[in-house]
Nanobody
Framework: VQLQASGGGLVQPGGSLRLSCLVS????????LGWYRQAPGKQRELVAS???????KYANAVKGRFTISRDNAKSTAYLHLNSLKPEDTAVYYC????????????????WGQGTQVTVSS
């Protein structure tokens, strides 16, 4: 399994970013995908998920500001981050599982390196 997240960077509060995650080694089209983040000193948390049929869920902290999407032809997951806040600063990761429960439980053997998002003026 390979999970290549990219698109992070330094952005001012109120700014936007688009994260991408190229996934290989899993049955991408059938998988539920999740974007996670881990801030320094905190546990990794699920911020958004999308099922194989396109149903999405978001953590309350990002609802209305982040949008998850997927391109099955490219085996790529996306996370659009808008109206960014300093508390969004974290390393962002993606992963894919058989179902939403796998994604919620973070039931994965492998993680990629993630991509750093820093929100600061």
């Amino acid at each position: 399994v390979q999970l290549q997240a990219s698109g992070g960077g330094l952005v001012q509060p109120g700014g936007s970013l688009r994260l991408s995650c190229l996934v290989s080694g899993i049955m991408f089209r059938q998988s539920t995908l999740g974007w996670y983040r881990q801030a320094p000193g905190k546990q990794r948390e699920l911020v958004a998920s999308i099922t194989s049929s396109g149903d999405t869920k978001y953590a309350n902290a990002v609802k209305g500001r982040f949008t998850i999407s997927r391109d099955n032809a490219k085996s790529t997951a996306y996370l659009h981050l808008n109206s960014l806040k300093p508390e969004d600063t974290a390393v962002y990761y993606c992963n894919g599982g058989r179902n939403t429960l796998d994604v919620i439980r973070q039931n994965f053997a492998f993680w990629g390196q993630g991509t750093q998002v820093t929100v600061s003026s």
